[in-house]
T-cell receptor
Framework: AQSVSQHNHHVILSEAASLELGCNYS??????LFWYVQYPGQHLQLLLK??????LVKGIKGFEAEFIKSKFSFNLRKPSVQWSDTAEYFC???????????FGTGTRLKVLA | DADVTQTPRNRITKTGKRIMLECSQT?????MYWYRQDPGLGLRLIYY???????NKGEISDGYSVSRQAQAKFSLSLESAIPNQTALYFC??????????????FGQGTRLTVV
């Protein structure tokens, strides 16, 4: 069965620090990969997605992620975080065979002003 | 207006009561999903539906049932609510695509408390 692992459960950073959140998935076939963000009290919103092509994808608000197939990873990065990036971040995977979206357990990011 | 609408937004109910959470969408998507979110556990799939006649169990379907009344409506029922069903519930939709290569769109969530 597919699974998604997010290794960092809680991350605290100061403003302007760089961010990298890890995501690994288990599935041997073709996958689609997503990062979603959930701001306090809100629903999930898409940050970025990877379906095919360039493994470095850019999303909204300065976020980017790199798909490394050999490592089954899709890590999220941002060069300089802001206080407004305080939120919970979820990695998710889907594939054409099941059309289900499987989510990781999430990473809570707190950015200190 | 939200494309994926959930009602109610908040609900407190007693143990043993039947409760229905509703989801409607204006995106025209065929695929609809119900997830529950618990702290530290992320989102777990309860049920999903690819069209009105296609209903599938997810990871944690025990204690839940669903109804796909129309392409745009997908309801989740708790037949006899129990306290460990206290959670944040999300409805989601997707267009699917030929390879499943589209993202899921989420509703605002329903916070359910079972006392």
């Amino acid at each position: 069965a597919q699974s998604v692992s997010q290794h960092n459960h809680h991350v605290i950073l100061s403003e302007a620090a760089s961010l990298e959140l890890g995501c690994n998935y288990s599935y041997g076939g073709t996958v689609n990969l997503f990062w979603y963000v959930q701001y306090p009290g809100q629903h999930l919103q898409l940050l970025l997605k990877y379906f095919s092509g360039d493994p470095l994808v850019k999303g909204i608000k300065g976020f980017e992620a790199e798909f490394i197939k050999s490592k089954f990873s899709f890590n999220l990065r941002k060069p300089s975080v802001q206080w407004s990036d305080t939120a919970e971040y979820f990695c998710a995977v889907s594939n054409a065979g099941t059309y289900k979206y499987i989510f990781g357990t999430g990473t809570r990011l707190k950015v200190l002003a | 207006d939200a494309d994926v609408t959930q009602t109610p937004r908040n609900r407190i109910t007693k143990t043993g009561k039947r409760i229905m959470l509703e989801c409607s969408q204006t995106k025209g998507h065929d695929r609809m999903y119900w997830y529950r979110q618990d702290p530290g556990l992320g989102l777990r799939l309860i049920y999903y539906s690819f069209d009105v006649k296609d209903i599938n169990k997810g990871e944690i379907s025990d204690g839940y049932s669903v109804s796909r009344q129309a392409q745009a409506k997908f309801s989740l029922s708790l037949e006899s609510a129990i306290p460990n069903q206290t959670a944040l519930y999300f409805c989601a939709t997707s267009d699917g695509g030929a390879r499943g290569d589209t993202e899921a769109f989420f509703g605002q969530g329903t916070r359910l408390t079972v006392v």
